[in-house]
T-cell receptor, first 110, second 115 residues
Framework: AQRVTQPEKLLSVFKGAPVELKCNYS??????LFWYVQYSRQRLQLLLR??SRESIKGFTADLNKGETSFHLKKPFAQEEDSAMYYC????????????FGTGTRLKVLA | DAGVIQSPRHEVTEMGQEVTLRCKPI?????LFWYRQTMMRGLELLIY????????DSGMPEDRFSAKMPNASFSTLKIQPSEPRDSAVYFC?????????????FGEGSRLTVL
């Protein structure tokens, strides 16, 4: 069955340190994966999608089909990166059903 | 566009009472989703609609939960009777087909507390 796993509920790092938010998935076909972010008092919003291969706010995520992972990375964390991060998987190609992981709260300490 | 609009933002009710959450999707979006957010389970998909028709309600926890979409600009999620374990933040999101971005646009959420 399709599943998204985010093993860490909370991740604390110091400002300037590298960040890696883990996401693993189970999916039988070609997955489409996304990262969503929810800043304090803001709406949940799309951060990036794997098909775009883009860097947003310094964050990147590479799809590793061998390890079934889509970890979110940033080389130097900033305090404004503190937020809740959700990894999401499109249920199946051509559908519009998305399932989310349990989320990881990132705290960047000064 | 004001984005996805949800009401109420906060609801406190007593066990056994009926709760109705409302959502107005972004104009022109043909998909509407209801998610529930809890600390333990994260974001769970409850149900989603396409062109006002429910497509998948497999995430609806039990018969106490029901959702409707009478027209393209309005949806409700009803819990009757409510229980303390229903306490959560309920999000509505909308999306548009034909644009292969996979982006969901979320409302601000309705925080429900059942005493």
């Amino acid at each position: 069955a399709q599943r998204v796993t985010q093993p860490e509920k909370l991740l604390s790092v110091f400002k300037g340190a590298p960040v890696e938010l883990k996401c693993n998935y189970s999916y039988s076909g070609s997955p489409e994966l996304f990262w969503y972010v929810q800043y304090s008092r803001q709406r949940l919003q799309l951060l990036l999608r794997h098909i775009s291969r883009e860097s947003i706010k310094g964050f990147t995520a590479d799809l590793n089909k061998g390890e079934t992972s889509f970890h979110l990375k940033k080389p130097f964390a900033q305090e404004e990166d503190s937020a809740m991060y959700y990894c999401a998987l499109r249920w199946a190609s051509g559908t519009y059903k998305y399932i989310f992981g349990t989320g990881t709260r990132l705290k960047v300490l000064a | 566009d004001a984005g996805v609009i949800q009401s109420p933002r906060h609801e406190v009710t007593e066990m056994g009472q009926e709760v109705t959450l409302r959502c107005k999707p972004i104009s022109g979006h043909d998909y509407l989703f209801w998610y529930r957010q809890t600390m333990m389970r994260g974001l769970e998909l409850l149900i989603y609609f396409n062109n006002n028709v429910p497509i998948d309600d497999s995430g609806m926890p039990e018969d106490r939960f029901s959702a409707k979409m009478p027209n393209a600009s309005f949806s409700t999620l009803k819990i009757q009777p409510s229980e303390p374990r229903d306490s959560a933040v309920y999000f509505c999101a909308s999306s548009i087909s034909g644009v292969n971005t996979g982006e969901l646009f979320f409302g601000e959420g309705s925080r429900l507390t059942v005493l």
